[in-house]
């Protein structure tokens, strides 16, 4: 049974998009036999219109972390005070996180889970099965670093695209017809009415990142190539270019066959990141 549901935005402040969201959903949304708690995660990173202020707070959740008196900033407290209010993590009173994000990428409606078991595939594929566009990421770490994982049950909605610190209706729309329709997942899970899911679920298996090129001093010495600008969720196979060097050079792709996504994240650029890299896997359900 669930009863305690937390909806969470702007866990990066300059993500608009679920920080409306949650004022819209909080003045009129009622739904019988559910508790839902609104949560504006990074109130100081959203007034400064800033991803975060010291640390992404969207890292600052491992227990290791959250046990750890010694951390300071501004983040690790709000960590902590989130903690409080919605887990303890490992004994939350809160049953289920939806975590609302967006991404400068044309990501569609992208779903993060960090655990594929019959919950969450289910939930995945009842969302996938019911909006146009929705690919699944399959993220699963030990001791997940996720804001969400504070909670047992976790879902992160991830949708553009859209600029930083901007609203746009067609992302506003996506994000808030992929939470009522998890909200009706939850619903109908409680009452074991769910209907019947499909057979197998296409997930795409997070393995790593590719970060720019850079020279010793770690300045970027290119750009990513317009050959994969936009191709968020297609493969990049081996001999594609995937970045063009300011002096002109292509740099081509060495790796093995992937799925490449976040393809050039305003996000990524403080860590120099370029795009994240998966394998597409089909899980029974
Ligand atoms: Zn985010």
Redesign the pocket.
């Known amino acids: 049974m669930i009863k305690n549901i937390a909806i969470v935005g702007g866990?990066?402040g300059n993500?608009f998009t679920g920080i409306y969201l949650i004022k819209k959903l909080e003045a009129e949304l009622a739904i019988d036999n559910l508790d839902i708690t609104y949560l504006l995660a990074n109130p100081k990173a959203y007034q400064a219109v800033k991803r975060y202020i010291d640390r992404d707070l969207?890292r600052s959740f491992k227990q290791s972390d959250l046990n750890n008196p010694e951390l300071t900033g501004y983040e690790n407290l709000r960590a902590k005070e989130i903690n409080q209010q919605l887990g303890p993590k490992g004994n939350a009173k809160t049953d289920f996180i939806i975590d609302l994000?967006?991404s400068t990428a044309p990501m569609g409606i992208n779903l993060v889970i960090t655990k594929a078991d019959p919950f969450h595939l289910k939930l995945a594929d009842y969302v996938k099965s019911r909006l146009e566009g929705v690919t699944i990421t399959w993220e699963e770490i030990e001791d997940h670093h996720f804001l969400m994982s504070v909670a047992e049950r976790n879902i992160l909605v991830e949708i553009g695209a859209t600029p930083q610190g901007v609203l746009r209706q067609d992302v506003f729309d996506k994000t808030q017809q992929t939470v009522l329709e998890i909200l009706e997942f939850i619903n109908s899970y409680n009452q074991d009415s769910l209907p019947e899911s499909s057979k197998e679920l296409e997930v795409y298996k997070y393995f790593s990142v590719a970060y720019l090129p850079q020279n010793e001093k770690g300045e970027i010495t290119g750009m990513i190539h317009q050959n994969i600008q936009d191709r968020d969720f297609q493969t990049l196979r081996k001999g594609e270019p995937i970045f063009k060097l300011f002096t002109g050079e292509e740099i081509v792709y060495q790796g093995d066959e992937c799925t490449i996504s976040f393809i050039n994240e305003a996000?990524y650029y403080d860590e120099k990141k370029a795009f994240s890299m998966s394998k597409k896997e089909l899980l029974k359900l």
Do not use: K, V
């Open positions: 866990t990066h993500e969207n994000h967006t996000a």
